[in-house]
C-alpha cells in the first residue's frame, strides 16, 4: 500500500515537473525570449510613474512660460471730490470738480524680480527633470529585480530538479535490495521520504515561480513570457572606477543639484526684493454737462526703505537655506559614494563566492552524493547518502540565492548613470 502511494505521488509530482514545461515552452514559442534589456525597455515604456513624472515637467514648463510676465491690469472706478456738506452736498452738479472716473492701473515689478522669477521657473523645470530622471532610474531598476525574482527562481528549480533523477534511483535501489533480502524497510522509508521532501521543495519553488512572474507582469502586462538567457552578471557595464568618479553624475544626485538651483534662484528672488517696483495708472474723468472732462496720469514707485526688519530678513532666510541644502547635498554626496563602494565591494564578493562554488563546493558535494549512493549500492549503509543529500540540496539553494544577490547588486550598480552618461 505504501509503494502504490509513493509511486501515485512520484506520478503527480512528474505530471507537475512536466506540465510546467511544457508551459514554459508554450511561452517560448508565442514569443520571443525576454532580454533583462528588452524588459526593462518594454517596462519603461508603459510605466504610469514615468507619466506622472513627464507632466509635473509639463506643468513646470507651462509655469515657467508665464514667470516674468507683468500682472494683469486693474481696472478702477471712482468718484473724486464728490461734496458730502451743503451747499451742494450729494449731488454729481452742485461743484464743478465732482468728476465720474474710470482707469486703468498697471503694476511694473523690477527687472531684478521678474529676472528672478525666470530664473526660479527655469530651476524648477531641472527639477522636475531631475525628478523624472530619478523616477526613470528607480523603474528600470525594479523591473530588473523583477525579471532577476523569476530567473533566480528558475535557478533554484534547474538545480534542484536535476537531483530528482537520482531520488527516484535511490528508492528504486532501497527497494530492490529490500525484495532481495539484503535491506531494511527503514531505508527503503527513509529514501522515499527524501524524494518526497525535494518534491515539495519544487512544488515550493514552482509556486514561488509563478509570484515572480506576477511581480513582473505587473511591469510588462498579463502576457506570457520565457525569459533568455540572463547578461553575464559578473562584469558590470561600467567600471567601478568609472562609478566612483562620477558621483555626482549619478541619478540619486541630479535632484540635489536641482535643490541647489532652486534655492539660489529663491536667494536671488529675495535679493530683488529690495528693488523698487513701478506702478502707472491712468484714468478719465468725467463731470457735469458744461464742463470739461479730465484726465489723470499717476506713476508710483514703491520704497523699500526700511529693509532691515523685511527684505533683509528674507534674504537671510534664502541664504540660511540654501547654506543648507549646500551641507545636505555634500552629505549626500559622501553617503553616495560610501554607498556605490559598498555594493561594488559586495558585488565582487559574491563574484568570488559564486566562483569558489562554481570551482569546488559543488563538485565536491556532488562527488560526496554520487559516491555515497554508489556505496550503498555496493552494501553499505544508507545514512550517508541521505547526509549528502540533504547538505547538497542546500548548498545548491545557497548557490542560486548567491547568485540572486549577486544579479541584483549588478542592477543597482548598472542602473546609477543616466543611459547617456554610460560608456
Given amino acids: 500500500m505504501l509503494s502504490i502511494h509513493f509511486a501515485r505521488h512520484l506520478m503527480v509530482a512528474g505530471l507537475a515537473t512536466l506540465l510546467w514545461g511544457a508551459v514554459a515552452a508554450a511561452a517560448h514559442a508565442a514569443e520571443p525570449p525576454l532580454t533583462l534589456k528588452a524588459a526593462v525597455q518594454q517596462g519603461v515604456a508603459r510605466a504610469p510613474q514615468l507619466e506622472a513624472r513627464a507632466a509635473d515637467t509639463a506643468a513646470a514648463r507651462e509655469e515657467a512660460a508665464r514667470a516674468g510676465q507683468l500682472p494683469d491690469p486693474t481696472l478702477t472706478f471712482g468718484l473724486s471730490n464728490f461734496p458730502v456738506t451743503n451747499p451742494g452736498a450729494f449731488s454729481l452738479r452742485s461743484d464743478g470738480m465732482t468728476a465720474r472716473t474710470v482707469g ?10 521678474r529676472d528672478a522669477e525666470r530664473g526660479l521657473a527655469a530651476a524648477q523645470i531641472d527639477a522636475a527633470e531631475a525628478d523624472r530622471t530619478a523616477t526613470t532610474q528607480t523603474v528600470q531598476e525594479r523591473i530588473a529585480d523583477a525579471w532577476i525574482d523569476v530567473w533566480a527562481t528558475q535557478q533554484k528549480r534547474t538545480v534542484l530538479a536535476t537531483l530528482r533523477s537520482e531520488s527516484v534511483l535511490a528508492v528504486q535501489v532501497t527497494q530492490a535490495r529490500l525484495r532481495g533480502g539484503e535491506g531494511n524497510a527503514t531505508d527503503a522509508l527513509a529514501a522515499r521520504a527524501e524524494a518526497a521532501t525535494l518534491d515539495n521543495r519544487l512544488e515550493a519553488i514552482d509556486a514561488d515561480l509563478v509570484a515572480a512572474q506576477a511581480g513582473l507582469q505587473r511591469w510588462l502586462g498579463p502576457s506570457a ?23 555626482d553624475q549619478q541619478v540619486p544626485m541630479q535632484a540635489w543639484q536641482a535643490r541647489e538651483q532652486v534655492a539660489q534662484a529663491a536667494l536671488e528672488r529675495a535679493r530683488a526684493a529690495k528693488h523698487p517696483d513701478w506702478s502707472v495708472t491712468a484714468s478719465y474723468g468725467r463731470r457735469a454737462p458744461g464742463l470739461s472732462d479730465m484726465v489723470m496720469l499717476e506713476v508710483g514707485v514703491s520704497l523699500p526703505l526700511f529693509t532691515r526688519n523685511r527684505q533683509d530678513r528674507g534674504i537671510s532666510a534664502r541664504q540660511a537655506q540654501w547654506d543648507a541644502v549646500q551641507a545636505d547635498h555634500e552629505d549626500a554626496r559622501r553617503a553616495q559614494r560610501e554607498a556605490v563602494t559598498r555594493a561594488v565591494a559586495t558585488w565582487q564578493g559574491w563574484n568570488q563566492q559564486i566562483q569558489r562554488y562554481q570551482d569546488t563546493l559543488l563538485p565536491l558535494d556532488r562527488d560526496r552524493a554520487t559516491t555515497a549512493l554508489a556505496g ?13 543529500r540533504r547538505d547538497e540540496i542546500e548548498l545548491r539553494l545557497s548557490y542560486a540565492d548567491a547568485l540572486a544577490a549577486r544579479a541584483r547588486l549588478w542592477a543597482s550598480l548598472a542602473y546609477l548613470l543616466p543611459s547617456e552618461v554610460t560608456p
Wanted: no cysteine; proline share 9%; aromatic share 8%.
Fill in 104 to 113: 486703468v492701473m498697471q503694476t511694473i515689478p523690477s527687472r531684478a524680480a
Fill in 225 to 247: 513570457f520565457d525569459l533568455a538567457e540572463a547578461p553575464d552578471f559578473g562584469q558590470l557595464p561600467v567600471t567601478a572606477d568609472h562609478l566612483e568618479e562620477r558621483i
Fill in 376 to 388: 550503498y549500492r555496493s552494501g553499505g549503509m544508507l545514512q550517508p547518502w541521505l547526509d549528502a
